[in-house]
Structures are given as C-alpha cells and as structure tokens.
C-alpha cells in the first residue's frame, strides 16, 4: 500500500522556466510533509517542508503548496537551472506511531535543458 | 558543523554473511533512522532509534536488526544475507524531540551481494 505516491517518473523542463513537481498522498493522519533533492551517489539533501496548518511555504526559488483537502502537494521551482537536475523525493509523516516516521514515495527525476 | 557519516562506503558481500554497518548523526541528534533504496522501490523505512531504543519499525524481516548507542551513533546489522539485499542503505539523524522536524541524510552505503 503505497502511501504516497509520485505518479510522474520524469519531467524535463527548459532553464528558465518553472518547475513543477506532484505529490498525492493517502494517509489523513499525514501532518507534516518534506521534499528531499538527490544527485547520484550522494544521499538525499532537505529541500523545503510544510506543515498541515499551512497552504504554502516558499524559500527561494522553492514554493510548496499543500491541498490538504485533495491530499496532494506540489513543488514549484522558479527559475529552473541546470544544477537542479536531480531525482526528487516527496515525504510525509504524522504524529504517533506508526505514522510517526517518514514515507517516501519513489522520486521523480527533474532534468533541466540549459 | 559535520553532518551525517556513514561507513563503509561501498560492502561487498557473499550470500549467507552478515554485516554491520555504521551511523554517526549530526552532534545533537538523538534520533536516527536507516532507510534501504533500491532502483524502482524509493526509500523504504527500516527502523528508528531514539535515546537507544527502537521508536519505531517498518516490514523488513529480524534478519534487519540495529541498535543506538549512549552517544547517539547507530549500527545496522543485517544476518544470512540475499542477493535481494543488495542495495543503497541510508541513515538520517534529526532531533528527535516530536515531527515536524527534518532528517538529514548520510551519503549511503552501498552494499552489493554475491
């Protein structure tokens, strides 16, 4: 049971223009969400999180909004650059127990065309 | 300030073997989780250690055991390895006080099975 899903395996974008990546989740008791950015052979790097209590938190040119009602977050980033090609991970956890640790859906890998 | 570590880098095993892998978290986290990724599969959630005790589990088999030490440095052990365990193992560190605060990664080992 996938918890959260990331349907898209891929986007290309060209430099400049924004990026926008998709997250759906499943689990009600999700309050607490993460986008995590991965380059091969390096762990995954914290991006940017939001809190259920929130709709939008922005930092830089990364944007997360939160649709707690569609159970769907997505990731803006505005303008796109080369360097931001990497595979991104989407993540949620809850309070208490079980949900208490992350989900991570499968990633979707962001290539950005100079 | 130094961030998550992570060794040994790259493990090459043989069917049937254990391993011990190691975790050092970032100085003042007392929460450290470890995650197995393999292509296709995102991060899955392996277990989680807060002030030396297991806080939570995910569904991999007792084959996958760890333990947390008085300074926070955690060990993954994995006994009677399969091929099906060759795969990137990551630890993340964080607070640990409640949710709503992010992990932050190692760099991974990478453990091949022969």
């Known amino acids: 049971d996938q918890q959260v899903k990331q349907n898209s395996p891929s986007l290309s974008v060209q430099e400049g223009r924004i990026s926008i990546l998709n997250c759906d989740y499943t689990?009600?008791?999700?309050?607490?969400f993460l986008w995590y950015k991965k380059y091969p052979a390096e762990g995954p790097t914290f991006l940017i999180s939001i809190s259920s209590i929130k709709d939008k938190n922005e930092d830089g040119r990364f944007t997360v909004f939160l649709n707690k009602s569609a159970k769907h977050l997505s990731l803006h980033i505005v303008p796109s650059q080369p360097g931001d090609s990497a595979v991104y991970f989407c993540a949620a956890s809850g309070h208490t127990g079980a949900n208490s640790k992350l989900t991570f859906g499968k990633g979707i890998t962001l290539s950005v065309r100079p | 300030k130094a961030g998550v570590t992570q060794t040994p880098r790259y493990l090459i095993k043989t069917r049937g073997q254990q391993v011990t892998l190691s975790c050092s978290p970032i100085?003042?986290?007392?929460?450290v989780s470890w995650y197995q990724q393999t292509p296709g599969q995102g991060l899955q959630f392996l277990f989680e250690y807060f002030s030396e005790t297991q806080r939570n589990k995910g569904n991999f088999p007792g084959r996958f055991s760890g333990r947390q030490f008085s300074n926070s440095r955690s060990e993954m052990n994995v006994s009677t390895l399969e091929l099906g365990d060759s795969a990137l193992y990551l630890c993340a560190s964080s607070l640990g006080g409640g949710n709503n605060q992010p992990q932050h990664f190692g760099d991974g080992t990478r453990l091949s099975i022969l």
């Open positions: 689990n009600s008791m999700f309050d607490y």
């Open positions: 100085s003042g986290h007392r929460s």
